[in-house]
DNA sequence: ACACTGTTATGGCGTTGTTGTGCCTATCAT
DNA sequence: ATGATAGGCACAACAACGCCATAACAGTGT
């Protein structure tokens, strides 16, 4: 059995050393020295393993979007869709918040020479797919109007605007604000009374 | 009087020369030496206008900040000051798609080492005055309902978080959705008619 | 035992931000 | 008008960086 393959030892030791020290000392001290030093390797072991320091922050784009993925399926299942809906929002930004640096590599741009590729944009995209999931049904009870996943969307960069002003310090990191801010984005999007006419906004 | 002193003229110059290769190149070419070719000059210069790369990178966000004021200033005021409202956050898109890379550098953190300073940071914020007045005015006539400034704040948050999605092609580019996204919002916020008691959320 | 393949260690290259040194010019007191 | 002084700029050097060429190493099949 063994604790793996040298390789699989050595590529996920990397990752993980490069993991917290972006945690611990930021991304502009993220340096492939560092990290092989910390792993006890060299650089070019990072470039076996991914290619080169491009490569590498990839793969930690990547798994800071599989472990935000995670965290929103073991989000638990309500009875209504909504409450799941706000569950959804709630855990997003408690992800977002309880890693920062890794929120910040995701969805900034905050080490040079990476751009995240096609690939790993469309999985970031597909980690919405639970909320996608939960606007579908609630469409579909009646809970809310409209397509689910232009919603959804909109859920998704609401949500990721306050996240991000926040660790930005540009507005005040509120729990209370933000649960508030969630419902009213839900909302928006109920299907409107019977009886009620158009309101305003219309075109 | 006079072409300015020459202080004026050479820190000027730096700062355009780097706006525009920050544009054309991207923040991974933004290097003092390039800077300094273009500007005809030595990176010594950067330093006795600047301090370094980061006092030049400061520079360039309060400038890009000062245009998206000057932008939100020239936002006509309508009759309506929900119009103007709505007016505010399509131009707030409008000067951030048409400047992508400025305004990563100013909500992101594109280039190493540069961290906005406190006063920075509140010249930022203050350039949502606008949105503020314009939700305020609002409030007063009995269009929105709540505190402005939290109000303000949440549209803010939203605005950006769907220009961040959409520079990085995390989700469409779409003017009229964008446009809509703006109406739910305002909506969101509006008074609950009268005889409509708690409908949710109330916590 | 030998060759082959894939991974890691070593050392060096070019570029970056930064800093020290010296020059050059403008300003001011005499 | 002249010499002193201060400040901004050019040039060169330094440390740190990503990257790459080369060599040493381990594992495998013959």
Redesign the pocket.
Known sequence: MSDAT??ET?RARVLRVADSLLDEAGPD??????I?ELA??????V???FG???GLVDAMYRSGYQRLADELDGVPDFADPIERIRALGLAYRRVALANPEHYKLMTGRPIA?FDAPRDSLRFAASTMQPLVDAVREACDVGALDGDPRTIAMRFWAAGHGRVSLELQGLVEVDDDEASEYIDRLINAHRPRRTGDEHTAADG
Do not use: E, I, N
């Open positions: 040298p390789d050595m001290q993220l340096s492939l020295r560092k092989a006890d390797t060299s650089t070019q072991a470039y076996t393993q080169g320091k491009p020479d």
